[in-house]
């Protein structure tokens, strides 16, 4: 089928949230170089918006320029478009514009939503109706993060990340994300990880401990259990973000987190009036903040026509 032979669509937007790891367990590096994962992934209340519309020939635009976002076929979003009608077997292309409220480079996961985002709009927009499980396959070919971002929610990623289930979660969470001028390259993280756990174990494991207090509703419990195996590599790659985080435990939250591979630093708090009192601890530090709750739903169509 050619795009000619369909008629014209109107255009359609998708939301995608930003993921938090509430545990992120890291193993050796597989044979093929990536490294397997015990994480509890929890979508959080920032978003991209991701809009797409019938188009002459593939084309991604940011609604606002940012140089450290490839526009060509470097973005995971339009290689997400590709995959989709690679799938179907369709010569289709369409103009994929991106409202970024995900902090770039910041550990949270911006792309992967706008990836997510990128395949529920264009599956909508051509009516094509992929099933779930072909949505989340493709998903997994593009990235360890994007079958996440399509569900949302709370849920453990076994794999490298890109094997989801949902969790029972009970808790109300209010996150105050502090952001960071320079990103820290996932990569380089896990490189040195490597460095400093040469005896890392092939399966890192799960967090059952974790995974009950979340279903429990314990937040205090799901406080004392948050972990990240990468973060005594990310404060080696950016020591500026030892006194950050000494800034933010210094406010008393219940937990402080780095934000997958980082930089992005998060606090926990209970309710949202404390995480408000925080939030303007924080600016008034000068650093750059925001608040999140979690759990969020995940990709879901907010435009149609």
């Known amino acids: 089928m050619t795009a000619a032979a369909l008629p014209p669509s109107p255009g359609v937007t998708v939301r995608a949230p930003a993921k938090v790891n509430l545990h992120l367990g890291v193993g050796a590096p597989r044979p093929d170089g990536l490294h397997p994962l015990a994480t509890v992934y929890q979508a959080v209340g920032l978003y991209d918006d991701v809009t797409v519309c019938d188009a002459p020939e593939w084309r991604v635009e940011l609604v606002e320029p940012d140089p450290s976002v490839p526009l060509d076929d470097g973005n995971i979003a339009l290689r997400a478009g590709r995959a989709l009608v690679e799938h179907h077997g369709l010569d289709l292309a369409a103009e994929i514009r991106i409202d970024k409220g995900i902090p770039v480079a910041g550990g949270m996961a911006g792309g992967s939503a706008d990836a997510a985002a990128t395949l529920v709009a264009l599956d909508r927009l051509w009516g094509l109706d992929t099933s779930d499980t072909d949505l989340l396959r493709i998903a997994a070919e593009l990235g360890s993060d994007v079958p996440f971002a399509l569900i949302g929610g709370t849920a453990m990623g076994t794999g490298r990340g890109e094997l989801v289930e949902p969790l029972a979660d009970a808790t109300d969470l209010w996150w105050v994300v502090v952001l960071s001028d320079d990103g820290l390259s996932t990569p380089a993280a896990y490189r040195h990880f490597d460095e400093l756990h040469p005896d890392a174990p092939s399966e890192p494991p799960h ?56 930089p992005t630093l998060l606090m926990l708090f209970g309710d949202v009036d404390a995480a408000r009192a925080a939030l303007a601890d924080v600016t008034a530090l000068g650093h750059r903040a925001s608040i999140a709750p979690g759990p969020v739903a995940g990709a879901h169509v907010v435009h149609y026509g």
Request: aromatic fraction near 2%; proline fraction near 5%.
């Open 207 to 262: 967090p059952d401990a974790l995974v009950a207090a979340l279903a429990a509703g314990d937040v205090a419990a799901v406080a004392d259990r948050l972990e990240n195996d990468l973060w005594a590599a990310a404060r080696d790659l950016r020591p500026d973000l030892v006194e950050v985080e000494a800034d933010l435990r210094s406010m008393d939250p219940l937990a402080v987190l780095l934000s997958g591979s980082g």
